[in-house]
C-alpha cells in the first residue's frame, strides 16, 4: 500500500525513525563487540533475545556501511535527524529520536497548514488536545 508521506500519522513517523536509529546503534554495538552478541546487547541493556528480534526487525547485518551521526528520515519526514553519538543504551536513543523527530514533525506540519492547528492535528493524525500538548513540551514557538 503506498501511503503519501504527507499524510503519515506522526506516530508511525516517529516509530520508523526510532527504527531506523535502533538499527544504526545496534550496528555499531556489534561492530565494537567483532560481531559478538551477547556483548552487544549489554552494551545495548537489553538482552540477548531482545538483540536478536531488534536484528530482524530493523534488517541488521554485520559488515554493512552506514553513515554514523546522521540518517535519512523516515517517510513523512522531510530532511534528517541526529543519532546520538556512541553506543547508547536503546531506549535512550528511542526517546532522544522520538523527541527530535516529532518536534520536526510537528513545525513543519504548522508551517505547511499556516499554524491551523486543527488541520495540523487531522494531518498528523494526532487529537487537537495532543498537538496543543505537545506544541507545551517541545517549546514550539507560535507565529
Given at each position: 500500500m503506498d501511503e503519501n508521506p504527507a499524510t503519515?500519522?506522526?506516530?508511525q513517523i516517529a516509530n520508523q525513525a526510532v527504527k531506523i536509529a535502533e538499527g544504526e546503534m545496534i550496528d555499531r554495538a556489534l561492530r565494537a563487540t567483532r560481531g559478538n552478541k551477547q556483548k552487544a546487547a549489554k552494551l545495548l541493556q537489553i538482552d540477548y533475545k531482545t538483540l536478536f528480534n531488534k536484528m530482524k526487525v530493523t534488517s541488521v547485518t554485520m559488515g554493512l556501511e552506514s553513515p554514523y551521526g546522521t540518517a535519512s528520515g523516515p517517510a513523512?519526514?522531510?530532511?534528517?535527524?541526529?543519532i546520538p553519538v556512541g553506543i547508547l543504551p536503546l531506549w535512550t536513543v528511542a526517546q532522544f529520536v522520538t523527541f527530535e523527530v516529532e518536534k520536526a514533525a510537528i513545525e513543519t506540519a504548522l508551517a505547511s497548514c499556516k499554524w491551523?492547528?486543527?488541520?495540523?492535528?487531522?494531518?498528523?493524525g494526532i487529537h487537537g488536545k495532543t498537538l496543543a500538548n505537545k506544541i507545551k513540551k517541545y517549546k514550539i514557538a507560535g507565529r
Open positions: 503519515l500519522p506522526l506516530r513523512g519526514f522531510r530532511g534528517r535527524f541526529e491551523d492547528k486543527g488541520e495540523t492535528a487531522r494531518q498528523l
